[in-house]
């Protein structure tokens, strides 16, 4: 089955412990994305990647890193996590250039005390 | 810098009757607009796009949309609502030229039996 994967689906967290989310796709896409969704702000893109090694900044990247060593994986990693980064947390990805549906993940659930 | 705005954050409407959600946009370039849907504890789903051609583009679920180039505005519309539609919509753009992709705050659709 085409999907998007996201691990985990829900966590919880202290300010300052590093954390990562995964993110995988089996589709083949080249192009993934992360946005976080909040209440009536929508979703925001943070960090998005053309192929692999080529990352870029969205809206907003404060907070976050992310890297691409494989086409399939994106992950999403928070260095020193902060309340305000407590979100509902979104991976996406679409085949490329020309083709522009995107697959969401199921999302992940983020709570930093 | 792109934008969407979606003027209202609830939509009621009778099940059997027309549904409207409003969408207008702010891009430089061409704009490459986006309906996605999201269903409680789920990711988010395609509806429809539109790139180029025809004014009224139609997607999944009977849903359709009409680009209006002056008054930056594309519409979500379906002619008889279901029940089943009840869900939170978004309106997205990029531009052309571009990889960003950004997101209205969202319309919660309530379909009334």
């Known amino acids: 089955e085409a999907q998007v994967t996201q691990n985990p689906r829900y966590l919880i967290t202290v300010t300052g412990k590093k954390l990562t989310v995964t993110c995988s796709q089996n589709?083949?896409?080249?192009?993934m994305s992360w946005y976080r969704q909040d209440p009536g702000l929508g979703l925001r893109q943070i960090y998005y990647?053309?192929?692999?090694?080529?990352?870029d900044k969205g809206d907003v990247p404060e907070g976050y890193k992310v890297s691409r060593k494989e086409k399939r994986n994106f992950p999403l990693i928070l260095e020193s996590p902060s309340p305000n980064q407590t979100s509902l947390y979104f991976c996406a990805s679409r085949l490329g250039t020309g083709v522009y549906e995107q697959y969401f993940g199921p999302g992940t659930r983020l709570t930093v005390t | 810098a792109q934008s969407v705005a979606q003027p209202e954050d609830q939509v009621n409407v009778a099940e059997g009757n027309p549904l409207t959600v409003k969408c207008t946009y702010s891009v430089s370039g061409n704009p490459y607009l986006f309906w996605y849907v999201q269903y409680p504890n789920r990711g988010l789903q395609f509806l429809l796009k539109y790139i180029t051609g025809d004014n009224l583009v139609k997607g999944s679920y009977g849903f359709e949309a009409e680009f209006n180039k002056s008054q930056t505005s594309f519409h979500l519309k379906k002619p008889s609502a279901l029940v089943s539609d009840s869900a939170l919509y978004f309106c997205?753009?990029?531009?052309?030229?571009?990889?960003?992709?950004?997101f209205g705050a969202g319309t919660t659709v309530t379909v009334r039996a």
């Open positions: 589709m083949n896409h080249e192009y």
């Open positions: 990647s053309m192929n692999v090694e080529v990352t």
């Open positions: 997205a753009v990029r531009s052309g030229g571009d990889y960003k992709l950004s």
